[in-house]
């Protein structure tokens, strides 16, 4: 008996549509990419040249009408997916959301409550969990190989002086736009992964381009966890000029670990390339980190490689295994674990407005 495949419809043209998650439905073996939302097609930006086996559709409500489809990604803009996402689960849909979730973790709890209601699962497209020095990293804490977490910094510091004309630059916090919800998304997200919900918040929003707008470009936040808990930073600046950039600087009773660079899926994919390719998700080994552990009491350093990669597939994967039966427990990015890190994003929004440490 053939396997079951599943019609994957896909709201938005632009470049996470494109790079993201079209790549992922094609290597997707029980997923067929049936159609396509493109509201402006042009000469060279158009879905129909690009994917010609694709059915065409020029409004969301169009797409989500299509009795013959069985998942709906949604690649949109953040302000739109509570709308469309809520929209798709009524129609019947499963639907597979780009980060940020929504603008806040009320509407997602609606949603998370819509999808137990119609039974059709949600998955958020958390995709740096499968970042391979990030699942270095949570290699390393599971297996104790640094001790005791007792500090943990993460970077996503650039050098990116001209705001950009997207919804990262243009829409503001209310909307979940600009770099609390975009890049602080990734950040708090791997945190939450690693350590959960934290106790408390503190953070400080800052304008780094000083070019006369109102949102914040860059922030720092720290989570703090008790009963012995680490102290977790999160950072994100624009005007950081160096040859290489801070990723992690993790510290434990027993040793630590430091890592310069990005994960190199995305500029791959970018460029073209799709897991399963030679060399997908492979970072150079110059780039690896450093482990520092204690023998005896003197500190010993030694590169450590990123263990082998899984891929961003691997959410694709995981998720066609959860509306095959395995259910909302296999759901490999939860909408409810969305809600929780909107929760310390609503937190630092609260704790950067008042200057005070906010408790969850």
């Known amino acids: 008996m053939a396997a079951k495949t599943y019609n994957v419809g896909v709201i938005g043209y632009g470049m996470s549509a494109k790079v993201f998650h079209i790549p992922l439905i094609q290597v997707t073996p029980s997923f067929t990419l049936?159609?396509?939302?493109?509201?402006?097609?042009?000469?060279?930006?158009?879905?129909?040249?690009?994917?010609?086996?694709?059915?065409?559709?020029?409004?969301?409500?169009?797409?989500?009408?299509?009795?013959?489809?069985?998942?709906?990604?949604?690649?949109?803009?953040?302000?739109?997916?509570?709308?469309?996402?809520?929209?798709?689960?009524?129609?019947?849909?499963?639907?597979?959301?780009?980060?940020?979730?929504?603008?806040?973790?009320?509407?997602?709890?609606?949603?998370?409550?819509?999808?137990?209601?119609?039974?059709?699962?949600?998955?958020?497209?958390?995709?740096?969990?499968?970042?391979?020095?990030?699942?270095?990293?949570?290699?390393?804490?599971?297996?104790?190989?640094?001790?005791?977490?007792?500090?943990?910094?993460?970077?996503?510091?650039?050098?990116?002086?001209?705001?950009?004309?997207?919804?990262?630059?243009?829409?503001?916090?209310?909307?979940?736009?600009?770099?609390?919800?975009?890049?602080?998304?990734?950040?708090?997200?791997?945190?939450?992964?690693?350590?959960?919900?934290?106790?408390?918040?503190?953070?400080?929003?800052?304008?780094?381009?000083?070019?006369?707008?109102?949102?914040?470009?860059?922030?720092?936040?720290?989570?703090?966890?008790?009963?012995?808990?680490p102290l977790v930073t999160a950072k994100a600046g624009v005007m950081s000029v160096e040859t290489k950039q801070l990723r992690y600087w993790v510290r434990g009773t027993k040793g630590s670990f430091k890592k310069f660079h990005l994960d190199v899926q995305e500029d791959q994919l970018k460029a073209g390339l799709k897991p399963g390719d030679g060399g997908f998700g492979v970072e150079s080994e110059d780039f690896s980190g450093e482990l520092v552990v204690l023998e005896g009491d003197k500190p010993r350093g030694s590169v450590l490689k990123n263990i082998e990669p899984l891929t961003y597939a691997t959410l694709y994967s995981e998720f066609a295994k959860a509306i095959g039966g395995a259910g909302e427990s296999a759901v490999p990015v939860k909408a409810s674990q969305a809600r929780d890190v909107l929760r310390i994003i609503e937190a630092a929004k609260e704790s950067a407005k008042s200057e005070k440490t906010v408790k969850l």
């Open 34 to 229: 049936h159609s396509i939302v493109q509201r402006t097609p042009k000469p060279t930006d158009d879905a129909s040249k690009d994917h010609p086996t694709a059915k065409i559709y020029h409004s969301a409500p169009e797409l989500i009408a299509d009795p013959s489809l069985d998942i709906i990604v949604i690649t949109t803009t953040p302000d739109s997916h509570f709308a469309f996402t809520k929209s798709a689960l009524e129609a019947g849909k499963h639907v597979i959301v780009e980060k940020p979730f929504v603008p806040t973790a009320s509407e997602a709890q609606q949603l998370v409550d819509i999808s137990a209601k119609t039974g059709k699962l949600i998955c958020v497209y958390q995709n740096r969990r499968w970042d391979s020095d990030f699942l270095t990293v949570k290699k390393l804490l599971d297996e104790g190989t640094i001790g005791r977490c007792v500090e943990f910094e993460s970077h996503f510091d650039r050098y990116k002086p001209v705001r950009p004309e997207t919804w990262k630059g243009t829409l503001g916090m209310a909307q979940a736009g600009g770099v609390v919800y975009d890049l602080g998304t990734h950040l708090l997200d791997q945190a939450y992964v690693l350590f959960g919900l934290p106790e408390s918040v503190n953070a400080v929003f800052a304008n780094q381009r000083n070019d006369g707008a109102e949102e914040p470009d860059s922030l720092t936040i720290l989570l703090r966890y008790g009963n012995g808990g």
